[in-house]
Structure formats: C-alpha cells, structure tokens
C-alpha cells in the first residue's frame, strides 16, 4: 500500500494543473494516468486555444501540454503512467492497475479526480458498423500516431470540436464531405466554421444521420433534413458515398469514480450530464474528495485549468498547507474563471454551475 | 496508410517492427498501438459481437468502449486501441466470450 498526502487522479490539464499548485502549497502529490503520457484532450489538439492569456491562449494544445510538463518537472510530483485508477472505497482506499498487470493500493490524505469526459454517442440504425467513431478517435489516430485515419468523412456535429475536427482532417489530407447539425444554427464558434466553409466544406444545419450503410464496414451514409421540430423530413433522404462517419455530438462527465465513493451527483444537462455538486472549494460532497476539469462539468481547456489550481490550492490547504497569500491566489482565481466565463457563450456554464452549487451547511 | 507530411506535426516513429495478425505479417513502428497499426494496414473489422455476430471497429481509440478487444498473445479481450505493440505479438480476432487459460 502506499501512502501519500495528495492523490491526482488524471493528467489532464486540470489534474495537472492540481498538482501543480498543491506542491507549490508543499503538499506531496501523486498522479495517476491511465495513458501512456500526460497531456489528457490537449495531446490531440493542433490548433491554437482560446481563452485568455494566463491559460496560454493562442497556443496549440499539444505545445501547453508541453509547459506543463517542464512545470511538473520542478515540483514534488510523481507521475505514475500507465496507471488506471479502479475505485475509491468508503475509507478513503484508492485501488489501481498498473499495465492492466499489476495492482496497487493508494492510501491518500485527500483525492483530486479529473479524470475529464467521455463523447457521446448516437442512437441511429447501424451505428456500430466499423467506421462509425468519435470524432476524438479518428483525432488520438491522426494526431497522435499519424495515421491516416479515413479517406472520405461526413462529420456529425456543428460545435466547435466537429468543426475543429473537420479542420484537421483536411489538414491530414483527408476528404470531408459535410458536416451535419440537427440544430437549426452552428453550434460552434463562428471563425472555425468560416474555416471550414472556406475550403468548401457544406455545413448542413437541420440535417442528421438517418443509417449507415455497409456490410462489413461503412461504405456510405443516408443524411436527410428535420423540421423545427427535429423531425424526419419525407423525401430529403440523401445518400452520401464515406467510408467514416464521425460523432462529435458533444462529451458527458466520467464520474464513475465519484459515483462509487457515494459523491453526491446530479443530472445537469448544461454541464453535460450527471456531475458532482460541489463547493466553492471544490470539494465533493463527501470530505477530502475534490473535482476540477471536464469531470465537474464539461468546459474547456482554460477552464480546467483555473478549475484544478483553486482544488489544488483548497486540497492543500485541507492538508495543512496553506500559503501566506491564500486568499489573494484564491480570489485570483475565482476572478479568472469569471472572465472565462462572462458573456453569452458562458451562460449554459454559469446556469448549470449555480444548480450544481453543494452548501455544506445546508 | 501512414501521413508523411503535415503542416503543423512532426512524427517521431520509433523502431519498424512487425507483428501477425491472424498469420499475416503486419508492419508496424514501437510506440504504435496495435489498433493504430492495424488501422494503418487497412483493417478495419476488430471483431465480432456476441450475439449477432455483428462486425466492430474501433470507436473511441482511448481504452473507454470495449469495441476494439481482440486475443493477444493467448489473451482474450485485450483492449487493442490502449495497448503497445511488441515486434513478434500474435493478435487474433476474437470469437465470443473469450477463454482465460
Ligand atoms: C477537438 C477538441 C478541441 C478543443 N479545443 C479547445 C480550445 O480551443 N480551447 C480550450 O480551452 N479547450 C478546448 N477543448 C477542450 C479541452 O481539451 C478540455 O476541456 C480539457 O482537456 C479538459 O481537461 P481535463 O483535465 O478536465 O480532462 P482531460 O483533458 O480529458 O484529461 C483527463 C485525463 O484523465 C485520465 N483518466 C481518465 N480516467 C482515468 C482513470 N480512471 N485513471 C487514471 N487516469 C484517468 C485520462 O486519460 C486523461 O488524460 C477541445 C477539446 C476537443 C476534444
Ligand atoms: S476503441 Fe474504445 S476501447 Fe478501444
């Protein structure tokens, strides 16, 4: 069994961002990671961020993953790769599989889960044909291993990771024929979809996937157009030749984990589905188990990263280490978060935040 | 299919090796997932479900959906999106539950 002060579980921006900041207070910090390096959604990410400066805006995923990385390097952090974490048990046990080989016991003072989101999926006929995949499937295959991922694509979601994608793809040369939203409007930032729809790709707004076509794998798609009312227009039925269909219909929270420590959860549709409630430190509802990132409800990269400084900062401050300037880094913080999130795009953020507020007291 | 240029990344491939996959030799490059070097073969059918005998691919690549297990090495439902190939690895497709030896 091992012992340790701090317990991180996932190395994405937010968990690494936790740690971070913990071991700054002096807190003695673990990471745990499923992958064989750290980095979570943004080793996969070739444009340049949004966001505001003090998240490294206008830098592309893969280089900020590469600032943490010297980051950690400075602190009393160890990075454990390779290294799923399985559960956490009611005292406070933490189990975990090295190498789907070896298994370990954790024993930490406090838990850190950031263990981001997983893409969701679906439901249409012949949706588990191969050649139907998440959009961050055929992006870990192109991105992170160069492989050629398809040859002719239709992209299923307008928001800004379908749109983003699509992008991608192209730049790997690889053919999209259109992308589909069965809203009404484009989901996703305006710049990214002129991007697109510069290089001639049609984005078909109202439109959604009616089947897959093919017998051992995808050789087509039928596409056909939704009233008002999300219905299925008779007639528009168009059938599209594409050996890959991508489903970028949006990530929900992997709070498993939470869920098995009895964390209380709640179904938050603006944060992507059940989250944890939590304090304004970040804390969970059952004591020394905080949440920062995706996993507490699904934003972005800046935000996670904000996210995982502050449950850095009150994880170690619920270990006795507390910083002369606490309260200025924490109000920092919390004032950057508000900027992230000021303004119309950050409504749904702001709203399903508030109802996913846990009042200790109460 | 392997990319060879792109604007913005730089591939760093490890060592060439090669693998079998149900008793053909597949080429492929360490720190290469054996679903990424399969995919870059052109296979694209992983398996079969269990009941329909469906055919399944890949659908997340990060270890999350199960959709990809296959026999490696003897091993029935391995995860083949999360794990490395080694230079010599045996993959099988998998028919059924799988049997632990
Ligand atoms: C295509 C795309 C484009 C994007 N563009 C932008 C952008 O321009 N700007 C921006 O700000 N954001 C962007 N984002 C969003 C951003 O990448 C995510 O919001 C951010 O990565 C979330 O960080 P996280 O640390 O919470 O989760 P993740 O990055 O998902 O990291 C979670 C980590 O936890 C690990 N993990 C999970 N479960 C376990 C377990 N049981 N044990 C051990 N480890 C585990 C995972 O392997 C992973 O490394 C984009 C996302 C995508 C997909
Ligand atoms: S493709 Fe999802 S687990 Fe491998």
Redesign the interface.
């Known amino acids: 069994m091992i012992t340790c002060e701090l317990l991180v579980i996932g190395a994405g921006p937010a968990g690494l961002c936790s740690a971070i900041t913990a071991a700054k207070s002096g807190a003695s910090v673990v990471v745990l990671e ?3 390096d750290i980095g979570g959604q943004l080793i996969k990410q ?1 444009h340049m961020f949004f966001g505001s400066k003090e998240q490294h805006a206008s830098t ?1 995923g ?1 280089d900020i993953a590469e600032i943490l990385r010297e980051e950690i390097a400075r602190y009393d952090i160890k990075l454990m790769l390779d290294t799923t974490a399985l559960g956490i048990y009611e005292d406070g046990m933490v189990t975990a599989l090295y190498k ?1 080989e070896e298994y370990m016991k954790f024993k930490p003072g406090a838990i850190i889960v950031a263990t981001g989101a ?2 969701r999926f679906l439901a249409f006929p012949n949706n ?7 959009a ?3 992006q ?4 992170v ?5 398809a040859k002719d694509v239709v992209m299923l979601g307008a928001g800004n990771i379908g749109l983003i994608v699509s992008y991608q793809l192209m ?3 690889v053919n999209v024929k259109c992308i589909l939203d069965a809203a009404p409007k484009i989901g996703g930032y305006l710049v990214h979809a002129s991007k697109v729809a510069r290089m001639g790709v049609p984005i078909k707004t109202s439109h959604t996937v009616k089947r897959a076509i093919g017998e ?2 995808l050789t087509a798609v039928e596409i056909v157009a939704l009233d008002d009312k999300f219905n299925q227009i008779p007639g528009t039925e168009e059938i599209i030749p594409a050996d890959t269909l991508c489903v970028s219909v949006g990530l929900t929270p992997l709070c498993e984990l939470l869920a098995m420590a009895g964390c209380k959860l709640s179904y938050i549709p603006q944060l992507g589905g059940m989250v944890p409630l939590k304090t304004g430190e970040y804390e969970t509802s059952v004591p020394n188990i905080f949440v920062a990132g995706d996993t507490s409800g699904v934003e972005e990269a800046s935000a996670a990263m904000v996210e995982g400084h502050i449950a850095g900062l009150c994880a170690a401050k619920r270990l006795g280490h507390i910083p002369e300037d606490f309260d200025a880094q924490y109000s920092s913080l919390n004032r950057q978060l508000m900027a992230l999130r000021s303004g119309p795009a950050g409504e749904h953020i702001r709203q399903g935040l508030a109802s996913a507020c846990l009042n200790k007291e109460a | 299919m392997r990319i060879e240029n792109h604007p913005v990344l730089d591939f760093k491939r490890g060592k060439q090796i090669s693998f079998i996959f149900n008793g053909k030799a597949i080429d492929a490059f360490e720190g290469e997932t054996i679903q990424a070097a399969l995919h870059a073969a052109g296979v694209r059918v992983l398996g079969h479900s269990l009941t329909l005998h469906r055919p399944r691919g890949f659908y997340c690549a990060i270890g999350n959906c199960s959709s990809c297990m296959m026999v490696v090495d003897g091993v029935p439902n391995v995860r083949t999106c999360v794990t490395p190939v080694r230079e010599g690895m045996v993959v099988e497709l998998q028919e059924g539950k799988g049997i632990i030896e």
């Open positions: 499923r992958s064989p070739t592309r893969v789907e997983c893409e588990d044909l191969p050649g139907v995949c998440g961050g499937a055929v870990t295959l192109m991105n291993y160069g492989i050629m991922p730049q790997a040369g051992d794998h």
